[in-house]
């Protein structure tokens, strides 16, 4: 029993510190790949079809202002303010909840960005759980900007197409420096569901919600915040 909790013991450490340095690495580094994108590249060849992966990182110099806001007035407009998870939003989604027929999430930016980058997509209570740490540690290592930048960059943006740039290129035909609001509106309209939802070809529901999120974005807070 002592070399079995020997063992154990060993496992645990091993996974607290190769997970901090792996927080404190990217912070610096660039997230050129995730374990989401290598999954939906091995369910591409399963289900036969031509394996796509197209991601660019770029630095947040790059990515256009109206980017970071509208996916903050979409997904989670008190970003700015909480420390990876916004309580206000999850008490409210619990209380809506017993009533709707298909539950909503509460999840930050700083969630789904953890969740990009370290972690995979099946939901389940061990991954809640290791979320919700690497979370904690992104919010303790990471600033907001620097959130923002890892997300904007690894986030699933279409079917293959991860990032602001890679989306940019291949359903606007531009960069992603040079996206306008209603550009970057559509875009963030299509992540509920980015295989679903095309920002190149914008059915009635994602119109409608692009002009939500074009209201939305005069009223957050500019980000990155204005240099004094």
Known sequence: MKKVWKY??????????????AVIAYR?????????????????????????????????EEISRHLAMAVI????????????????EIEKAQKEN???????????????TAKNVFLYPQSSWVRKGLEVYF??????????????????????????????????????????????????????ASLPNPRKYNSANPGGYMLKRQRQILRLMKLVAPFPPKEK
């Open 98 to 112: 017993k009533t709707r027929k298909r539950p909503r999430g509460a999840s930050t930016i700083s969630q789904q």
């Open 135 to 188: 979370t904690f540690l992104i919010e303790l290592f990471w600033s907001k900007e620097r959130i923002m930048e890892v997300y904007l960059n690894s986030i699933e943006m279409g079917k293959g197409i991860y990032g602001a740039e890679a989306v940019a290129k291949a359903h606007f035909h531009t960069t992603a420096k040079r996206l306008t609001a209603a550009q970057s509106a559509l875009i963030a």
């Open 73 to 88: 007035a979409s997904e989670d407009n008190r970003f700015q303010e909480h420390n990876g998870f916004d309580w206000k």
């Open 8 to 21: 154990l013991r060993n496992i645990v450490l091993f996974f607290f510190i190769s997970s901090i340095i």
């Open 28 to 60: 610096f580094i660039p997230v050129y790949i995730t374990p989401l994108m290598l999954i939906r590249c091995v369910e591409q060849v399963f289900d036969g079809e031509k394996m796509k992966l197209e991601h660019r990182w770029v630095p947040r």
